[in-house]
């Protein structure tokens, strides 16, 4: 009976305490501010969307902006002539500033045009030496340091993918994805740093739907993939699976958009709309999809219509939300 009582008396007060003692609930250590890395080309459109309120921005969504790296040329590249020549010597420039940004969670280029598609991948390709415990950089073998192998989403209206040959318009700005992918422009090319070419089947075609016939011909006979319009308003399991399969064939992938993708609704003051594009809210939601891939590591964002072309601001706000699309995306990481 004693046994039972001090046994009873026991759990009665071991009880009491229980109830007594404050519960503390375990609170989860905050995520490490994204670090995100912008750099520009020199022209307007880019100067543009940094002045128009970006850092601040990304910082009130709790993101560690670095200061703003902008391409300079030296007085001898300035003094050279040629269009296209000083287009690849910008890229070159962009491209060592994108090398520069390495350790970033993410590297955002405000960029001229598509031309500066080469200069993105070419900085992407050969990454800048890293402190350690950084990240990890290619392998170096008897031939060198091996570039990285960069996967590509392009997104515009257009597919870019004419060549010299196959062009109606003679637009260089036509032509960056056939560049990139070594189908023309070789020298033109290797001046931006890109080397090697991108495989065919490390290119993700979205929202193209205005394409040339016979630059349809030659998307016709390469390994591109695409995700169609329809794809991006849905947020159909393409996006993820198409980004999935990047993952697994290349070291870093780069999300490249020209503005005029959009519903021309929101990119009125470009000169190459087309009709039926996703709004900026559709596209955010699947750049939000695609950035939680850890191998997505760099957005780019070309043609802003601006001044006269955007008086009340849509396409500018636009091309922010498809940035916060993005930095939501790599929030999501951690989760």
Same mark, same amino acid.
């Given at each position: 009976m004693r046994f039972a009582w001090l046994c009873s008396t026991s759990m009665a007060l071991l009880s009491a305490l229980l109830c007594a003692a404050p519960i503390v609930a375990r609170v989860p250590a905050p995520a490490p501010p994204v670090k995100v890395a912008i750099v520009r080309n020199r022209s307007e459109g880019p100067a543009v969307m940094e002045r128009g309120g970006? $850092?601040?921005?990304? *910082?009130?969504?709790?993101?560690?902006? *670095?200061?703003?790296?902008?391409? !300079?040329?030296?007085?001898? &590249?300035?003094?050279?002539?040629?269009?296209?020549? $000083?287009?690849?010597? +910008? #890229? %070159? =420039?962009?491209?060592?500033?994108? *090398? !520069? =940004?390495?350790? =970033?969670d993410v590297t955002i280029g405000l960029l001229t045009n598509c031309s500066d598609l080469l200069g993105m991948l070419a900085g992407l390709q050969h990454p800048a030496a890293v402190k350690s415990g950084g990240p990890s950089l290619p392998a170096s073998g008897l031939a060198g340091v091996k570039p990285r192998r960069v996967g590509l989403v392009y997104v515009d209206a257009h597919a870019d993918f004419n060549t010299p040959e196959t062009t109606l318009s003679g637009m260089l700005g036509g032509m960056p994805v056939a560049i990139a /992918?070594?189908?023309?422009? #070789?020298?033109?090319?290797?001046?931006?740093?890109?080397?090697?070419?991108?495989?065919? $089947?490390?290119?993700?075609?979205?929202?193209?739907?205005?394409?040339?016939?016979?630059? !349809?011909?030659?998307?016709? %006979? =390469?390994?591109?993939?695409?995700?169609?319009?329809?794809?991006? %308003?849905?947020? #159909?399991?393409?996006?993820?699976? +198409?980004?999935?399969?990047?993952?697994?064939?290349?070291?870093? @992938?780069?999300?490249? @958009?020209?503005?005029?993708?959009?519903?021309?609704?929101?990119? *009125?003051?470009?000169?190459?709309?087309?009709? &039926?594009?996703?709004? #900026? %809210? +559709?596209?955010?939601?699947?750049? +939000?999809?695609?950035?939680?891939?850890?191998?997505?590591?760099?957005?780019? @964002?070309? /043609?802003?219509?601006?001044g006269a072309n955007d008086k009340n601001l849509i396409s500018l706000n636009a091309a922010y939300r498809l940035i916060e699309g993005a930095v939501a995306g790599v929030k999501k990481r951690a989760q």
């Open positions: 970006l $850092k601040q921005r990304l *910082a009130d969504l709790g993101c560690d902006v *670095a200061p703003v790296l902008t391409v !300079q040329l030296t007085p001898d &590249e300035d003094r050279q002539y040629g269009a296209w020549n $000083k287009t690849a010597l +910008e #890229s %070159r =420039s962009l491209g060592r500033l994108v *090398a !520069q =940004s390495t350790g =970033s /992918s070594g189908m023309c422009l #070789s020298r033109h090319r290797l001046l931006t740093g890109l080397d090697p070419a991108l495989p065919t $089947k490390y290119i993700v075609m979205a929202g193209i739907r205005d394409v040339d016939p016979l630059e !349809q011909d030659l998307l016709d %006979r =390469s390994d591109c993939e695409t995700l169609g319009v329809e794809d991006i %308003r849905r947020l #159909s399991t393409k996006v993820r699976d +198409e980004v999935d399969r990047l993952g697994r064939l290349t070291d870093v @992938i780069y999300v490249h @958009i020209d503005m005029d993708v959009l519903d021309p609704a929101e990119v *009125a003051g470009h000169p190459l709309t087309a009709p &039926e594009g996703p709004t #900026s %809210r +559709e596209l955010a939601a699947a750049l +939000e999809v695609m950035f939680q891939h850890p191998k997505v590591q760099a957005l780019g @964002i070309a /043609s802003l219509p601006y």
